[in-house]
């Protein structure tokens, strides 16, 4: 494929950047003519497949990966009457086959809740069948009416991972909704994507939950986006798709649910946070390819350059790290910007110098660089692989806390969120809430357990130790 070789626009200007880095990297082709859909380059879908084998594997452990129909009849997607008031102006409908107009109009999922109940009532008959954890990558279709962006708010989410969870009491359910909490943050973490945990107030919990634990990454204008929910279901769900269990006593019993979601939001996190001026940078874990070999070589092979990449490629693939040769008829410098676009985490160059003094020249995606030897040389990349990641991350974490502070007036917490979140005290109440939404023209993302102070409600001025961040979002 094409590559186009003009620079991007500075990362201040970050939608800009953001939506040039995606074309110029090979990453999504926005030019599919529908609004809020989009191409995965193949570029960009090998970093897809990296993630979310990463989120595949975790899952795997205790959770168990299945399919279900994308189509769901429009009685079923309208029986919990709070799910649907959340969706109803968002969903797609199928409303014929070919010429005749459907008996039942089907609906494209918006999410699977409504298809996934209806099978538990069947499946699910006593206590010995629960806990039930089950998990779907599949597309969703949202008619979002928001700014569409790629990546970031999709009518065709293409990555939809959704796992729903089926238990015996309140509390089994709430153990599960920490579990999936903890999960994600291991994720999140694999990623080198930095978040804070918020609890979503009540007025913008996920429709027909309990309550919901919302993921949120600060992206680089300080926005937040959020990048992955765990809703406690309680037995609303239950009750409405009458999915109930014989407990040990032989009575009849609702079982108790959870889901949580993450879609290809994650990767726009990885892209926003780390990505510079030269294009996309990756963490080891999110890339196909961690280390791109150049050789240097003059007007002829000197020393054998080019054997000795090879080398050092085999030598570093049956170490399980992932290096290719651009051995391309192209100056040194054209290569290095290519792979820099395309966020390679480190880069090998290797040239006669290099190889009379049994070295080779590392350089990281960050432009760090030293010579390092050829002995014991996949266990020093291996070390230093790992090193970069979790620099990428306590960079960026560094980063995202110090633009997080505690505002003391709304006026304060209005300049504060021009390019950061704000934290104040909050007392609980609704309308102070959405008082405080209004006049700083923001989201309350919610309560974060790691953020703890005290102090008087903005609006009616009571005391309260509840803090609240504020945060202009996606
Ligand atoms: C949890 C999984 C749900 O749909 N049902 C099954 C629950 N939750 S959610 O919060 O509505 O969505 C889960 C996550 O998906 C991302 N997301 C989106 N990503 C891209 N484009 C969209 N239009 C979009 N809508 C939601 C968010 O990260 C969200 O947390
Ligand atoms: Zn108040």
Redesign the pocket.
């Known amino acids: 494929m094409e590559e186009e070789s003009k620079s991007l626009p500075s990362k201040d200007n970050f939608s800009e950047w953001y939506n040039e880095l995606l074309m110029t990297a090979q990453i999504m082709d926005v030019r599919y003519p529908i609004k809020g859909v989009y191409v995965w380059y193949p570029f960009g879908f090998s970093i897809r497949k990296k993630v979310y084998n990463m989120l595949r594997n975790l899952l795997d452990v205790d959770h168990q990966e299945t399919y279900f129909p994308m189509l769901i009849p429009k009685p079923e997607l309208l029986k919990e009457s709070e799910h649907i008031k959340g969706f109803e102006d968002e969903v797609y409908w199928v409303t014929h086959g070919g010429l005749s107009e459907l008996e039942v109009p089907l609906a494209l999922r918006p ?3 409504t298809a996934i109940y209806p099978m538990y009532k069947l499946w699910i008959r006593s206590h010995a069948d629960l806990p039930l954890k089950l998990y779907q990558i599949v597309n969703t279709f ?1 008619y ?1 009416t928001k700014h569409t962006r790629p990546l ?3 009518r065709e ?1 293409t990555s ?1 991972k ?3 969870t089926a238990h015996e009491t309140w509390d089994d359910a709430e153990k599960q909704v920490h579990e999936a909490m903890d999960l994600y943050s291991e994720f999140f973490t694999k990623l080198a994507v930095p978040f804070i945990v918020h609890r979503r107030p009540e007025w913008d919990k ?1 429709p027909g939950a309990d309550y919901t634990m ?1 993921f949120d990454a600060m992206m680089p204008d300080g926005k937040s986006l ?4 765990v ?1 406690h279901l309680g037995t609303k769900f239950a009750k409405t798709y009458d999915i109930t269990y014989e407990d040990d006593k032989g009575e009849r019993q609702y079982v108790n649910q959870t ?7 994650c990767i726009a996190a990885v892209i926003g946070i780390h990505g510079d001026n030269k294009g996309l940078v990756l963490p080891p874990n999110a890339s196909q390819t961690q280390i791109v070999i150049i050789p240097i070589v003059f007007k002829k092979d000197e020393g054998g350059v080019k054997d000795a990449c090879q080398k050092v490629k085999e030598l570093l693939r049956a170490n399980d790290i992932i290096a290719v040769i651009d051995d391309a008829d192209e100056r040194p410098g054209a290569k290095y910007y290519k792979w820099e676009m395309k966020g390679t985490p480190f880069r090998i160059e290797i040239g006669p110098r290099d190889l009379k003094n049994n070295s080779v020249m590392l350089v990281r995606r960050d432009g760090k660089k030293e010579s390092i030897s050829m002995d014991g040389l996949p266990e020093t990349v291996r070390n230093k692989l790992m090193d970069f990641q979790t620099e990428l991350l306590n960079v960026a974490r560094d980063s995202m806390m110090s633009r997080v502070k505690s505002c003391e007036t709304l006026d304060e917490a209005k300049q504060q969120i021009e390019n950061g979140w704000a934290t104040m005290p909050w007392c609980g109440d609704k309308a102070c809430g959405l008082e405080m939404e209004n006049v700083v023209n923001c989201k309350l993302l919610g309560e974060a357990h790691t953020i703890k102070g005290a102090g008087k409600c903005p609006v009616c001025g009571k005391a309260t130790d509840r803090i609240i961040t504020m945060a202009r979002s996606y």
């Open positions: 999410t699977s809740e949202r979002e970031i708010r999709l989410i939809f959704e796992a729903h996920f919302a959020q990048i992955g929910t809703h889901c949580y979601g993450i879609s290809e939001r």
